[in-house]
Every structure is written in structure tokens, then in C-alpha cells.
């Protein structure tokens, strides 16, 4: 089995167990784990499932992900078609899927032939965990469906973009968690999609809800709402530390009342003091911004990005659509003139696909050497958070991310940690015991 040995002693530290015990434990000589601990060689698969029995955990808690010095993954046009698979539904023949580079493992944008004929209402499914952005690559328009009732929020034409700019292909949407939705081609012109289906920020505790028990999971559900209001959000919180909004105003020197209006009102000073003296972030009880229509989706189209063209180091680029309640979902159209382009050095992991021209891709490898790959049409790149890259040529790209690192989530947590770099400085690749003699 292949082990990622800093997880190994993640959990040895989390267990409070030295090398030393846990040896003795599982019936090993202690020299001969602390060299599988020291080289990259491959456990015996009884000797990880031993280990994992001791520790309580599960042999895939500390496999290793095989991504570790990924930097950058491509894949050529005719590797992108080599993964086509045709999909029937209502009895016809009505996608293609073709999957876009990205890790083992890893959620990859896809690409989608639209077949279902302009005269049939595609059908439905039944939407996913995961929220998405979907753009339009033409050369056709298409017909999106987003509900059972045809209506204004529910039935929508997707246009393509055949202007002189169409760097910037088509008009793009993103949709939340569980939408149901589905596209058919608006004329006798083909169609493509291309729909990044993106990590969500809800995948751990969805993970988690499913092993829970049904009288707990019901439980859960009966404290919330659709939408958590800042109060109702409060009195979870206030709960676990012994408090109701009366006696939490009470060690504040307010009354209740007032608490209850800084929460309906946001009124950041009182929110901020009680979130220091009860020890949690008052930042849960402001009300979040939203932007979507009546099915939760937030629509862009080619004018309103032609309106934001811009330039950012050296390339042309416009936003696709976008949303405040999903904000580790990001998309641009960009527009590679030349060798112009500065490096690109993103927070979190970034997929392209080149939709024009042709174009090189230029990157800092992992042992610190220039590195790049020439790539046409259709080809696609995963580049890894945080790797130096630029793009030079003449062509066009799409340019899709989410919250694989570092995500809202992560910032979120960064901003409430203690000596935050120290802290990720000594976390990084940590094969330091808890302390102990073995």
C-alpha cells in the first residue's frame, strides 16, 4: 500500500501513541517501522492494516493521494475526445461527456455534446450535491431547463457568441447545490457546454450526516431553516455554551431586545463583543449577500461581460457569472496576445481549457524547472494552487477554479488561527513525533 507516512505520524501525535508503542502494539520491530516511516517505499498491506487496527482508523485515513509535487496535468484535444461517453436519456441519444484534465481523484470539468433536438423540452435530472458553473461553447445557442414548470426562472436560452469577441464564447450561469436542470440545442446549430461541477464547501458534513442516526439527523434538521437567520444561528451557538440570548445580553450589560436587534440589524460593534467574550466568530451572524433568481441560479450573458473586459498582467479578460453565496466558484473568459502575459501564481487550483488559437503553457515545475507544453484547441490543463505559470501565444482560454485550496473555508479558518503561517510552516510535511521518548 502506498502511505503518506505524514499522516502516519499525524495520527501517531492525534492518538497520543509513540513510534516506540505502537511498534509493540502491532508486533513489529521498532527499527524496522521507523525506516518504512523514513523512506517513500510501499507498506506491506498487512502491516498498514495492523497499524490502522491500532490506531482505530481505517487504512485509507493515511494512503497517500497521489498527488503530492503535482504541479501542473494536460490533456491534448485527441485525449479530451478519447474520453467521450454517450449518454441516453428519454429514450434518445442525448449528451456526449468528455472529462477535462485534472488529478486522480479530482472533480474535472466536463465537456457536453447537446443533442436533444430544438423541438423536444430536454428532460430533467435530478441536480448534485456539488454547485456549477456551466458556459455556453456554441457554435449554437441552447435551451436551458431548470424546473418541472416552464417559466422565466425555469426555461432560458444560453446564446453562443459569434461576434468579432467571441474569446468571450457564450453566456454562462452558476446553479447551487441539488438543482435540477438539463439543455437542448435551440436550432439545427450544434452545441457545446462546458460545466464545472466544483467542490462543495458542504461535502464534510454531508459525509458525516450520512452516518448519522436517523433520529439525529431529524434533529438537525428541525433546529434549522431553509435560510439560517443570524438570530437562529446565534441560539445554536449560544447553546453549546450554556447561554440563551438572555443571559448571554445579561454578561454583556444589554438587554435582550438589543441583542436581538443587533442580530436582525447586523450592528457589527455588539455582534463583535459578544462573539470575544463567549469565544466564537462573530462573523457567523452577519447576514450573508445573495444574488439569484426564483431557482437559485445567477445568469451572465455576453454583454454584460463584453461591458467588463479589462485587462489583468498582460491578457484580456471578462468574468463569467458569478455569486456571492457561491464564492469559491470562479470563472473567466481570457485572451492570450503574444508573450505579453505576467505569471499567474492562483490561490487555488485552476482548470483551462483553450477555446482559440494556439497556446503554450509555461510553468515552474516541482523541483524548480521551467517547464511547458504547447496546446491547441480542446486541450485542457489542471494547474496546481500556488504553482508560477503564464500562457503566450495567440488563442483564447476558459478559465474555471474552486475551493480546493485556498478556499473560503480555508481563508475563513486562516483568518481565526494563531500564528497562521507558523502554524501551516509546521504543519507542512510534519514527521516530528508528539514528543515522547519511544
Known sequence: MRVDNYK?????????????????????????????????????????AALARALQI????????GR???TVLVRTAQELRDTRRAIQRDGIHFYNYYTMAAPQGAVAPVILDILCPADRVPQLNN?????AITINLGPGDIYGRWGEELGEATWQVIKANAEADDWIVGDSYVEPSYCPHSYSLASDAPARIVSYTGQSALAGLMEAVNEWSDP?????????????TPQQVAVLLLARRGHTLESAAAQLGVRETDLVAALDQGTVELLRELGTTLGFDYRLLIRPATRHDAVGKTFKDIAECRAETRDFQGYQVTSMASAPHLPDLTGLFLRVAGDSGANLCEPAESHYLVSAGSLTLHWTGADGSDEQAEL????????????????????????????????????YELTNTYAAVSTLRRGRRDNRGWGYDS
Open 58 to 65: 481505517t487504512p485509507e485515513q493515511f494512503v497517500a493521494s
Open 216 to 228: 439525529a439527523a431529524h434533529a438537525m434538521l428541525g433546529l434549522l431553516d431553509e435560510s439560517l
Open 127 to 131: 441536480g448534485h450535491l456539488e454547485p
Open 376 to 411: 491547441g484547441v480542446d486541450a485542457s490543463a489542471w494547474v496546481a494552487p500556488f504553482v508560477t505559470h503564464r500562457w503566450s501565444g495567440d488563442g483564447a482560454l476558459i478559465k474555471l477554479g474552486s475551493g480546493r485550496h485556498l478556499g473560503y473555508l480555508d481563508l
Open 8 to 48: 502516519v505520524v499525524h495520527w501517531l501525535n492525534t492518538r497520543k501513541v509513540t513510534t516506540g508503542q505502537i511498534a509493540e502494539t502491532i508486533g513489529m520491530d521498532h527499527a524496522q517501522l521507523e525506516k518504512l516511516l523514513a523512506s517513500d517505499d510501499e507498506w506491506p498491506d498487512e502491516v498498514a
Open 68 to 70: 503530492s509535487d503535482a
